[in-house]
């Protein structure tokens, strides 16, 4: 439980020991985190103080006192909102990473809601923007922070997912190792498996006014602590929206009622178009997806539109809810494959029109289907089609609905010349490796890196027991002579195998690799290729980012 000492966060508490006493065989034991927002002087007295009335109720909590720079005021701080949110987010992610907890439980009501929704309004946000605070998901703010952001789940259950892959990433896996070469993975089940887990995050009073969780409380006897700074007006943008609201001088469309109607019936409209996207995404057939590299081989249906036959008064309507539907479905290929955090809707247009020709302004003309732009870049992707040739299956193909014609190539854009690479430093592991003891209680010996995430697409650590630092960094086109000249002819007929099958095409630019820092390569960290002078020095760990392919799980992927 996220807990802030106010009248919400207590009420969650509360209802959360009503929960544990009233279902006898509950399991469920929840921690509270009390935020100490650092921001005011009294703050951790009021900090402390919350976290004895959560133990009055028997929750066992933790005070997380936020770690502001040097010198900086923050109430001073002209973004102090987006900052804290920041901060905050980012120490209750560790936190439950720390406990190994997966779950956190915050506090956001009604009112929060409707103070969303005005703010948005005010901002000229439309549509979907209007739903307001969501009721679930993965936890903001903490990209890139390994346990937190969508990885670290169990080895339990990564063993179980792992046996469920083709018999054919078996057969290769097996002939992995071969003279003249040495496979640095430690775990060689895969050679890159995909993550998955991390903090996900719950809003169960949502549905409930402000009103109702002070009379919770004031029911239970439960004590909760005011933050008068949320009562100054001139503080906060939300502050300002806060007593709007309460003052109730707003016209009637704009009062707490009214907001939360327009976000409710913005969430009805937004999670309709979310089913209608993951249709069509299921209706798309992944030929392959090749965590080595991240690629990925796709045929997509002739058309992103909902049906034929529109009369020709609502044709344009009916195309603009299509291309954004379209462009919805591009935005969840886009995310399998991109190092970005966020791709926006946006910047999908011109790939919505290249790759769905049909819709288009029917005033701008017929599209020649034979001629469409066949290679185009977007949000850090590169799309190439190409004829395919996979003969299309399954029910769409027969229905009609997949282009038999063309498949497309998705793979990473090639770094750009003037584009700082990507760079991690492993130093070398001390000679007697420290021991640390989580919160959770479990010991545990520093041997390799802490976990990173490289170009955005790739969690690798290291565990270097050689004299020199290792760098991870992108496959260079110097690289390739001096590397396959270090490996045994076996070995470089197997390593340029790997590089055609896994990373043909420039893709190969952007894998990741370890060297020394004189710049020699020493090993294809995701091929699982490293020189033999490694061996009993060097391993590493590689993970793929977590992607979200849907029900046909992990039948498509290639090792």
């Known amino acids: 439980l996220a807990v802030s000492g106010g009248v919400d966060s207590m009420a969650l508490a509360v209802l959360c020991r009503r929960m544990n006493r009233d279902f006898h065989n509950s399991k469920v034991k929840p921690r509270a985190f009390v935020v100490d927002h650092a921001a005011r002087s009294g703050s951790d007295v009021e900090a402390a103080q919350v976290a004895r009335n959560i133990a009055k109720l028997g929750i066992r909590s933790n005070i997380l006192t936020l770690q502001w720079p040097d010198n900086v005021k923050p109430l001073e701080l002209r973004d102090f909102e987006s900052q804290a949110r920041r901060l905050r987010y980012q120490a209750l992610g560790k936190a439950c990473r720390d406990y190994g907890i997966r779950t956190l439980l915050l506090g956001h009501h009604a009112d929060d809601q409707a103070e969303t929704v005005l703010m948005r309004l005010a901002d000229g946000h439309?549509?979907?923007?209007?739903?307001?605070?969501?009721?679930?998901?993965?936890?903001?703010?903490?990209?890139?922070?390994?346990?937190?952001?969508?990885?670290?789940?169990?080895?339990?259950?990564?063993?179980?997912?792992?046996?469920?892959?083709?018999?054919?990433?078996?057969?290769?896996?097996?002939?992995?190792?071969?003279?003249?070469?040495?496979?640095?993975?430690?775990?060689?089940?895969?050679?890159?498996?995909i993550e998955y887990g991390g903090v996900k995050i719950y809003r169960p009073l949502l549905g409930f006014k402000k009103e109702e969780?002070?009379?919770?409380?004031?029911?239970?006897?439960?004590?909760?602590?005011?933050?008068?700074?949320?009562?100054?007006?001139?503080?906060?943008?939300?502050?300002?929206?806060?007593?709007?609201?309460?003052?109730?001088?707003?016209?009637?469309?704009?009062?707490?009622?009214?907001?939360?109607?327009?976000?409710e019936r913005e969430r009805q409209k937004t999670a309709r178009r979310a089913a209608s996207v993951e249709r069509l995404f299921q209706a798309c057939q992944i030929i392959t997806f090749d965590a080595r590299s991240g690629?990925?081989?796709?045929?997509?249906?002739?058309?992103?539109?909902?049906?034929?036959?529109?009369?020709?008064?609502?044709?344009?309507?009916?195309?603009?809810?299509?291309?954004?539907?379209?462009?919805?479905?591009?935005?969840?290929?886009i995310d399998l494959v991109t190092p970005l955090e966020n791709v926006q809707l946006r910047d999908l247009e011109f790939a919505v029109k290249t790759i769905f020709p049909d819709l288009v302004d029917p005033a701008s003309g017929k599209v020649d289907k034979g001629l469409p732009q066949e290679s185009f870049t977007v949000g850090g992707v590169h799309f190439r089609r190409i004829r395919s040739p996979v003969p299309s299956h399954g029910p769409a193909a027969r229905k009609s609905i997949l282009d038999r014609r063309f498949a497309w190539v998705v793979t990473r854009q090639p770094y750009a010349s003037s584009q700082d690479l990507p760079r991690i430093t492993v130093p070398p592991a001390p000679e007697n490796s420290p021991t640390i003891t989580t919160p959770s209680g479990k010991t545990s010996t520093i041997e390799w890196s802490a976990w990173q995430l490289f170009d955005g697409r790739f969690w690798i650590r290291v565990r270097n027991h050689s004299e020199h630092p290792i760098i991870v960094r992108p496959f260079q086109e110097q690289d390739l002579n001096t590397f396959r000249t270090s490996?045994?002819?076996?070995?470089?007929?197997?390593?340029?195998?790997?590089?055609?099958?896994?990373?043909?095409?420039?893709?190969?630019?952007?894998?990741?690799?370890?060297?020394?820092?004189?710049?020699?390569?020493?090993?294809?960290?995701?091929?699982?290729?490293?020189?033999?002078?490694?061996?009993?020095?060097?391993?590493?760990?590689?993970?793929?980012?977590?992607?979200?392919?849907?029900?046909?799980g992990w039948d498509v992927l290639v090792q």
């Open 213 to 263: 969780l002070i009379a919770t409380c004031l029911q239970e006897r439960t004590p909760w602590v005011d933050d008068h700074t949320n009562e100054d007006p001139t503080l906060t943008p939300r502050n300002a929206v806060r007593h709007l609201l309460k003052d109730q001088s707003l016209p009637h469309y704009l009062q707490r009622n009214s907001l939360l109607a327009i976000s």
């Open 126 to 193: 439309t549509g979907s923007g209007l739903q307001g605070i969501k009721g679930s998901g993965e936890i903001p703010e903490c990209w890139g922070i390994y346990g937190v952001q969508g990885s670290g789940g169990s080895e339990q259950r990564k063993a179980k997912e792992q046996r469920k892959r083709s018999v054919v990433q078996k057969k290769r896996q097996a002939n992995n190792v071969r003279k003249g070469e040495w496979v640095g993975r430690e775990n060689q089940e895969t050679l890159v498996d």
């Open 295 to 333: 690629g990925l081989f796709i045929r997509f249906p002739l058309r992103g539109t909902g049906g034929d036959h529109v009369p020709p008064e609502y044709l344009k309507e009916q195309i603009n809810r299509d291309s954004y539907r379209a462009a919805d479905l591009l935005r969840r290929v």
């Open 487 to 552: 490996l045994s002819q076996e070995g470089k007929a197997r390593f340029d195998e790997l590089l055609d099958v896994a990373a043909p095409g420039k893709v190969r630019w952007t894998l990741p690799v370890l060297a020394r820092e004189d710049g020699q390569m020493l090993a294809a960290v995701t091929l699982g290729v490293g020189l033999e002078e490694l061996q009993g020095k060097v391993t590493w760990n590689v993970r793929y980012k977590k992607i979200d392919l849907g029900e046909r």
